[in-house]
């Protein structure tokens, strides 16, 4: 009897605690909660603490108050001027309306896939009036700023408060950027065939003009020789014509030592003249026959 009796109160115990788990939850310093009974809100607590509720008749939903940062996957936006960027933005959204936010989401995963559509179509909307050089201009704040109100008046209709939007990057696609390198590739050959070219062109006038001043510089260089070997051998036949005149034997006389130092220049050379002949007639004596 004691035995059972026992049992009973434990399991009158287990119950008391379990209806008492069930009837109280704790809302932290970073909480917001709202209080649902049968799927209806019924009740938003902002406090921290230990608070109650009726159990298994009504449920908590949690909210975070602080600021949360939403990362979503780089977009492609077309601009006003047909260019393509992929476009990487970053947001720091606040939950401030809970009821409304409950409402219309429900979850805070729904939330962040919700407010990212708000985020691109309002990147995507306010991008596609522009052109690029406008943003790379010092425009951009402005844009920033334009962005900025219309995903705030959009994700108000959520119950969130964005602090702020910022485009982290915005570069050309990369099959764009691509085409870009292989065009500039192309020109940058296409000017150094252009280069080579001048230059050879430049260095065959230069050989050209080279060559021709070479062949200048030799004919008058030769012109000048033979002008000088004609002078010089004028002065040497006046000479040799003065001294002829002067002494017509001695000059005979070497006349015909020079045939000698001609003729017999060779050692194997072989002569077959006269003993009397006119060509030794200075051999054996240093007076020549018939003076």
């Known amino acids: 009897m004691i035995r059972k009796y026992k049992f009973y109160l434990l399991a009158a115990l287990a119950v008391i605690l379990f209806i008492a788990a069930n009837s109280v939850y704790i809302v932290s310093q970073p909480e917001q909660a709202i209080v649902l009974q049968f799927g209806e809100p019924i009740r938003l607590v902002k406090e921290p603490g230990l608070k109650f509720k009726v159990p298994f008749i ?8 602080r600021l949360l940062n939403l990362d979503p996957p780089a977009q492609e936006v077309v601009l006003n001027d047909k260019k393509r960027l992929d476009v990487d933005s970053f947001t720091r959204y606040k939950i401030v309306d809970p009821l ?6 429900r979850s805070e995963e ?7 559509e708000i985020v691109n179509s309002s990147v995507r909307k306010i991008l596609g009036r522009i052109t690029l050089p406008e943003l790379l201009s010092q425009q951009r704040t402005k844009i920033m700023s334009d962005i900025s109100q219309a995903v705030k008046a959009d994700a108000a209709q959520i119950g969130v408060s964005v602090a702020d939007v910022r485009i982290r990057r915005a570069d050309l696609p990369l099959e764009v950027l691509q085409a870009i390198n292989a065009r500039m590739k192309t020109e940058r050959e296409r000017d150094a065939k252009e280069f080579r070219a001048q230059g050879q062109q430049q260095a065959q006038q230069i050989r050209a ?23 010089g051998d004028e002065q040497a036949i ?5 001294a002829a005149g002067t002494d017509p034997q001695f000059y005979g ?12 220049a060779d050692g194997n050379a072989s002569l077959v003249l006269s003993p009397d002949s006119e060509f030794f007639r200075y051999f054996g004596s ?3 026959r018939g003076k």
């Open 58 to 65: 009504q449920n908590v939903v949690v909210y975070d108050t």
């Open 100 to 105: 409304r936010f409950y409402k219309t989401v």
């Open 110 to 116: 729904m939330a962040r896939s919700k407010l990212a």
């Open 209 to 231: 003009k080279a060559e021709k001043e070479r062949t200048i510089i030799i004919a008058e260089a030769e012109k000048q020789a033979q002008i000088t070997r004609g002078q």
């Open 238 to 242: 006046k000479i040799w014509n003065d």
């Open 253 to 264: 006389f070497y006349r015909s030592l020079e045939a000698y130092k001609n003729s017999l």
């Open 286 to 288: 240093s007076v020549p």
